[in-house]
């Protein structure tokens, strides 16, 4: 059965340093990709995709991801975090179809906490 | 454009009663999907529509249900509630011919006391 992965439950950084947020994944082949994010009671926001191509994927936010087959890896970065990225960052496959918004399964999520 | 919207914001229910909630998909988009988020989770998979039919079922009970109509809105209707169905309902749109991700909607908070 398919499964992601997201070992770090809460993560910490001070604003202005950088951030790699862990995800792995589980399928029975490449599935897409995708990374949101959930603010407080709100829904979930597109933060980038995987579908096929350069497996280094900009997004919105300055959020970049890459893609690692070998490693069955979805690392999502950014360089310098600002306090309004403090939210919860959500990793999540689907199958390769028709489309690219079909059953996605998601991780636990990870909270990242922002320092001033 | 709007995106995906949902009503109501919140809810509250007993236990054993029945809840509707309804999804509009973005402009565009003919195929809805449904999560239950509990709280601390990640969203969980309950079943997409796509003309009208359910398309695909994740690991729900027949107490969910779901219904869609010729304008793609879409609705899920939960019966016999019990605590456990406490969570957020998220309702998320996408185009089925098109590489599309899906667009999420902010979310319907579903109480069962």
């Known amino acids: 059965a398919q499964s992601v992965t997201q070992p770090d439950i809460h993560i910490t950084v001070s604003e202005g340093a950088s951030l790699e947020l862990r995800c792995n994944y589980s399928?029975?082949?490449?599935?897409?990709l995708f990374w949101y994010v959930q603010s407080p009671g709100q829904g979930l926001q597109l933060l980038l995709k995987y579908f096929s191509g350069d497996t280094l994927v900009q997004g919105i936010k300055g959020f970049e991801a890459e893609f690692k087959r070998s490693q069955s890896s979805f690392n999502l970065r950014k360089p310098s975090v600002h306090w309004s990225d403090a939210a919860e960052y959500f990793c999540a496959v689907g199958p390769r179809n028709t489309g690219g918004g079909n059953k996605l399964t998601f991780g636990t999520g990870t909270q990242l906490k922002v320092e001033l | 454009d709007a995106g995906v919207t949902q009503s109501p914001t919140h809810l509250i229910k007993t236990r054993g009663q029945q809840v509707t909630l309804r999804c509009s998909p973005k402009?565009?988009?003919?195929?809805v999907s449904w999560y239950q988020q509990a709280l601390g989770q990640g969203p969980q998979f309950i079943f997409q529509?796509?003309?009208?039919?359910?398309?695909q079922r994740g690991n729900f009970p027949d107490r969910f249900s779901g219904h869609q109509f010729p304008n793609y809105s879409s609705e899920l209707n939960v019966n016999a509630l019990l605590l456990g169905d406490s969570a957020l309902y998220l309702c998320?749109?996408?185009?089925?011919?098109?590489?599309?991700?899906?667009?999420f909607g902010p979310g319907t908070r579903l109480t069962v006391l």
């Open positions: 399928y029975g082949a490449t599935p897409y």
């Open positions: 402009s565009g988009h003919d195929t």
């Open positions: 998320a749109s996408s185009a089925d011919r098109a590489l599309t991700p899906s667009i």
């Open positions: 529509y796509y003309e009208e039919e359910e398309r």
